[in-house]
């Protein structure tokens, strides 16, 4: 019986070479696989009347000529469906338009930051928009009626409550419930009371990232801020640093980045967290150093991507978005 | 601060090019905005932070010059003869409250000729942005500018009696040299005679004491103000002037002698006035200030190696003296700190004048030691993960102004009153905080109609509600918005389901909401257990009309801290071991029934032989809501066997007729 099922398989295959039309296959399958007239299943009726010492492993060798013929057949059908289309094709046809969603660039900008600082150590968490004058000013080192704080018109709510006008409102209040070492962002929305104009919006956004430990130095200040923009626009940038002024960092710089194209651009403020804000985190600062710096995304994501009016950010013309 | 380049090398040696000096006074701290040509000269443009008022002055920039290449400064000596020559004249002048001007000189001047001012003078002033009047106002003006010092010169003879200062009353009255009336704040700082108000002092002097052509005699005035007195009087008359600038910082508080002698000196030369009485100066000299400085703190702060030769040579440069503090104090250093210094009052502050001179672009660059904290913030994660599902599903992200107008709200229908605003409004359109993303969004929307018939936008941020008690800092939540204009309320709803998917929050209810503007009749409040989760529905017509958006518009807004609070990490379930049956059941449903207790009954009739349910075709046969839906069944352990399945159906059926729809049947099931 061994020897009828090797044989029925190679006058499958035989029979199979010949077939040119795909009805022929169909013919072929019910020859051998029919369920009543099939060349395997008169085999199988015949199953019965064997000794028993020859039964065993027929069942299995039928159930794999069974597999084998069935494969043959499909890819033999497969295989002329394929080639029985031959019709002509425009390759220079512009493919089907698939329509994608977007993150927006201040989004990227954001995104691409935290990456960046991720990878020194820092996480991120955010924070309120609406904010009291204590923390967006006088925990840094700004009492009211200070001159430092005309350099941040402001909105207010009420006599005690603001719109916060930096990110840095962020510092004391992160202080006040964490213990050092400290490597945080916070990315966010402020406000400014300024006119809108081409690079002011009265509402935009901004990062600040704080570091508080034992050991921080200014030279790791200036060292991350190179590293980031060297990730940030390539790494070819060049960073230049100069003095400046900020009541909540001492000592404060400010960074400017060469623009192949605009030459210096500002692009962040920067410092050695300021004792008193030490302090009015509840730490002391004969034992903990830190730094700070805040940057804005938008002016980031204007300088990276080329635009020029603030405005377009914020006016979502689908026709910009679509470009991100 | 416009200075003339010719004007500061009067007092220190300058041979590098305008753009180098630029540079390099950029570099140690004081901006340079612009460099202009002026016919002969070069005009200087500085930005002086607040808390140098000692570089207002071409003194104090040339002090920095000095320090900055390690030069000589050369500053005019003072008036030599402090005693007045002939007639002897006197002023009384008092002070009722010696905080309002703890330090100031005081003395008179006679013999002065009024008349325009040499051109030396008036061209200098004039190249500093400060127009030439008199030589009087002229010279008052030049010491300012020179040495960062304001004062005020009165005329004697318009002076009856004693001459006080003081705090002036509210709704005291002061005319002052622009003939305006000023109408005073209490807490002024005034100057009074024996019958008038003389000088709204530190801002602009009275119109009743002016010098003018007829003037003889002068009463000259160099005070130091309270600075925060200065500043609010100013802030609430809207009176910004060259004198208040100054005066509302803290000024060196020994300037004001110095500022009288070289004044005098100037009047002398420019109008042959006198000094008639003696210079009397009070709160002078001022008690010197020093500051113990560890030198390890400068080097451990700045991270650069820099001995006690280059710290003290480097503070010396800037007109600190350095002594050491004792043999066994090795470490310490005795800082003394120079009267125009006001802003150095601690360590950090010297080791920032430390670190500007070296330069910091000096300074080597180094990454930060030790290991990074731990704890990672997933607030924030889970918004990317967001962003990232509904831009998977062909949304656009958006970023729109938090701050709206009336006007806007209306058309939204949100009553403005009830709305939070800032109280100090500087434009219209930027007044009120927006109590829906839908602000931005359906603006957005509006905007795009131009040039595209479809669009699905979302944007992320915080909504603003107004609470009259409470924690006004507690009502900023943040949310998640969409807006989806030209598509249906199925389309909607599935990006909403789709966003739940992905974030592994099971359990989402949705029921029909009550009328919830701007969200019209087809919505749905979206629960969580008992949590309110958010809205997704159709903006109601009127609202599209007002925006001029005539397609269909749906959206939906979610509270952003609600879905971080259940979204879960995904958690692999066995796929079925035996075969799934399918069906499909189509039937008739009555308008009082919905899907949603269809698919309830069907998953209860099926227990735990329930796998899935979708729902294939929902329409309207002859005036009735017909549907069809493919129903999944299985069992965890073993295959189905032909009675299992008819006892399940039998059970779907009955449940279905049960509730109250029309299964469509063939009569063998």
Redesign the interface.
């Known amino acids: 019986m061994k020897t009828e099922l090797e044989k029925l398989l190679i006058n499958f295959k035989k029979e199979i070479e010949k077939i040119e039309r795909l009805e022929d296959t169909e013919t072929l399958r019910v020859k051998y696989l029919g369920r009543k007239s099939g060349l395997l299943q008169k085999i199988t009726a015949q199953i019965p009347k064997l000794p028993t010492s020859q039964r065993s492993g027929i069942g299995t060798m039928i159930n794999e000529i069974r597999a084998q013929i069935e494969h043959i057949l499909e890819e033999k059908s497969a295989k002329r469906k394929v080639s029985g289309e031959e019709t002509y094709v425009d390759v220079s046809t512009p493919g089907k338009k698939f329509e994608t969603g977007s993150l927006h660039p201040i989004t990227l900008v954001i995104e691409e930051i935290k990456e960046i600082f991720y990878y020194l150590g820092f996480t991120w968490t955010d924070g309120p928009e609406v904010e009291s004058d204590l923390y967006n000013f006088q925990k840094l080192n700004m009492p009211p009626d200070h001159p430092a704080r005309d350099a941040q018109q402001t909105y207010y709510i009420d006599s005690e409550t603001l719109l916060r006008t930096h990110t840095s409102n962020m510092q004391v209040r992160f202080l006040e419930n964490h213990k050092p070492p400290i490597r945080v962002l916070f990315p966010g929305r402020c406000y400014r009371r300024d006119m809108p104009d081409t690079t002011h919006l009265p509402s935009f956004y901004q990062i600040e990232g704080l570091l508080v430990d034992d050991r921080s130095k200014m030279t790791d200040l200036l060292g991350s801020l190179d590293f980031f923009a060297k990730r940030f626009f390539g790494k070819k940038t060049k960073i230049r640093v100069y003095g400046h002024h900020f009541p909540y960092t001492e000592p404060s710089i400010e960074v400017e980045v060469h623009h192949p194209k605009k030459g210096w651009i500002e692009i962040l403020g920067a410092g050695m967290v300021h004792p008193d804000v030490l302090r009015n985190g509840r730490l002391d600062p004969g034992k903990y150093r830190g730094w700070a710096f805040g940057m804005g995304p938008d002016r980031l994501a204007m300088l990276k991507y080329g635009i020029n009016n603030i405005r377009i950010l914020y006016n979502n013309d689908l026709r910009f978005l679509n470009q991100f | 601060m416009r200075l003339p380049l010719s004007w500061l090398k009067e007092y220190v040696e300058i041979k590098e090019p305008p753009q180098k000096l630029a540079d390099d006074l950029?570099?140690?701290?004081?901006?340079v905005e612009s460099i202009e040509k002026a016919n002969d000269d070069i005009v200087f443009d500085f930005e002086i932070?607040?808390?140098?008022p000692d570089c207002l002055s071409v003194i104090g920039i040339a002090r920095e010059v000095a320090a900055i290449y390690d030069r000589r400064l050369a500053i005019p000596s003072p008036f030599s003869e402090t005693t007045p020559a002939r007639r002897k004249k006197s002023v009384s002048f008092s002070v009722t409250e010696t905080k309002l001007c703890p330090a100031y000189s005081v003395g008179v001047i006679d013999s002065v000729k009024i008349g325009p001012s040499p051109d030396w003078l008036a061209s200098k002033l004039e190249k500093s942005g400060v127009r030439a009047i008199d030589n009087i106002v002229d010279v008052t003006n030049y010491v300012m500018l020179e040495t960062g010092q304001p004062m005020h010169a009165f005329d004697y003879d318009k002076i009856s009696g004693k001459m006080r200062l003081r705090s002036s009353r509210k709704g005291e009255r002061v005319t002052t040299l622009d003939s305006a009336e000023r109408i005073l704040p209490a807490g002024a700082i005034i100057i009074e005679d024996d019958e008038k108000l003389i000088d709204l002092a530190g801002l602009m002097g009275g119109k009743n004491s002016e010098v003018d052509k007829t003037t003889t005699t002068l009463v000259l005035h160099v005070p130091l103000y309270d600075?925060?007195s200065i500043?609010?009087a100013s802030?609430y008359l809207g009176l910004r002037t060259e004198a208040s600038n100054r005066f509302?910082?803290k000024l060196d508080p020994a300037a004001h002698r110095y500022a009288f002698e070289r004044a005098v000196q100037l009047i002398s030369l420019t109008t042959g006035g006198k000094l008639s009485s003696p210079i009397k100066s009070v709160g002078y000299p001022p008690q010197q200030r020093s500051v113990l400085v560890p030198i390890s703190l400068i080097r451990?702060?700045?991270?650069?190696s820099i001995n006690r030769t280059q710290i003290e040579d480097i503070l010396g440069r800037l007109e600190f003296a350095t002594t050491k503090q004792s043999e066994d104090k090795e470490d310490a250093l005795k800082v003394t700190i120079p009267s125009f210094r006001t802003d150095i009052n601690?360590p950090?502050?010297l080791?920032?004048e430390v670190?500007?001179i070296y330069g910091?672009?000096n300074?080597?660059?180094?990454?930060?030691?030790?290991?990074?904290?731990a704890?990672?913030?997933p607030?924030?994660n889970s918004e990317?993960e967001l962003?990232q599902i509904?831009?998977?599903?062909?949304?656009?992200?958006?970023?729109?102004?938090?701050?709206t107008s009336a006007k806007m709200l209306e058309d939204l229908s949100f009553p403005s009153q009830n709305m939070?605003?800032?109280?100090?409004?500087?434009?219209i359109d930027?007044e009120y905080?927006r109590p829906t993303l839908l602000v931005?969004l359906i603006?957005?929307a509006s905007?795009?109609l131009e040039?595209?018939e479809k669009?699905?936008?979302f944007e992320i941020?915080?909504v603003?509600e107004k609470k009259e008690n409470g924690d006004?800092?507690s009502?900023?939540s943040?949310k998640i918005s969409a807006i989806f204009v030209n598509y249906n309320f199925s389309e909607a709803k599935g990006v909403v389901e789709t966003t739940f998917k992905d974030l592994n929050i099971k359990e989402v209810k949705f029921k029909r909401a009550a009328d919830q503007a701007p969200f019209g009749k087809t919505s749905a409040t979206i629960f969580l257990g008992n949590r309110l989760l958010g809205i997704v529905g159709e903006i109601e017509k009127r609202i599209l009309e007002k925006f001029d958006i005539p397609t269909p518009t749906y959206g939906f807004e979610l509270d952003l801290e609600v879905l971080q609070a259940y979204a879960k990490a995904p958690y692999y379930e066995p796929t079925p071991k035996f075969p799934v049956v399918k069906e499909n059941i189509s039937m008739y449903l009555p308008k009082t029934i919905y899907f949603s207790d269809i698919a309830n009954g069907i998953k209860a009739a099926a227990g735990k032989n329930f796998y899935s349910l979708e729902l294939l075709e929902d329409d309207i046969i002859k005036g009735q809501r017909s549907i069809l839906i493919d129903i999944k069944y299985y069992d965890p352990n073993h295959t189905l066997k032909k009675e299992e399945i008819a006892k399940i159906r039998g059970q779907v059926l009955e449940k279905l007729k049960k509730i109250g729809a029309q299964p469509r049947t063939s009569p063998n099931f």
């Open positions: 950029l570099f140690s701290g004081t901006k932070t607040p808390n140098r600075p925060l500043r609010r802030q509302e910082k451990k702060t700045l991270g650069i601690e950090v502050d080791t920032e670190g500007r910091y672009n300074f080597p660059k180094t990454l930060p030691e030790g290991s990074p904290s704890t990672d913030h607030q924030s990317r962003r509904l831009s998977n599903l062909g949304l656009k992200e958006i970023y729109s102004n938090s701050l939070l605003k800032v109280s100090n409004r500087l434009v930027y905080l931005g603006t957005a905007l795009n040039n595209f669009s699905s936008l941020g915080r603003f006004p800092l009502s900023q943040k």
